[in-house]
């Protein structure tokens, strides 16, 4: 699965943003899609994510302000961010998972989100 993110940019404290992540393939049977950030100086984070039967899970920074979902059709992953704060700062990147006997993951190349105060 090749994926490829986009919709980075730079916004002001409390603005919103969408991320997309276009796959190479349909995304609607893959064991699980999500959108992971990293900030300077940190580990990378699951921050969503949804799997094939479209149940989301939200890391708790991020709980009512980002929204995942996919466009079947388009074999789009979408990430809504509202509400962005400074610590939102990061590169976020798309991952698709699938897990056949073993796990593999996939990874897009990165979008930088930076959040202004």
């Known amino acids: 699965v090749q994926l490829q993110a986009s919709g980075g940019g730079v916004v002001q404290s409390g603005e919103s943003l969408t991320l997309s992540c276009a796959a190479s393939r349909s995304i609607s049977s893959i064991n699980r899609m999500g959108w992971y950030r990293q900030a300077r100086g940190k580990e990378r984070e699951l921050v969503a994510s949804m799997v094939s039967s479209g149940s989301t899970t939200y890391s708790d920074s991020v709980k009512e302000r980002f929204t995942i979902s996919r466009d079947n059709a388009k074999n789009t992953l979408l990430l809504q961010m509202n509400s962005l704060k400074p610590e939102d700062t990061a590169v976020y990147y798309c991952?698709?998972?699938?897990?056949?006997?073993?796990?593999?993951?996939?990874w897009g190349q990165g979008t930088l989100v930076t959040v202004s105060s």
């Open positions: 991952n698709a998972r699938v897990v056949l006997g073993f796990i593999r993951d996939y």
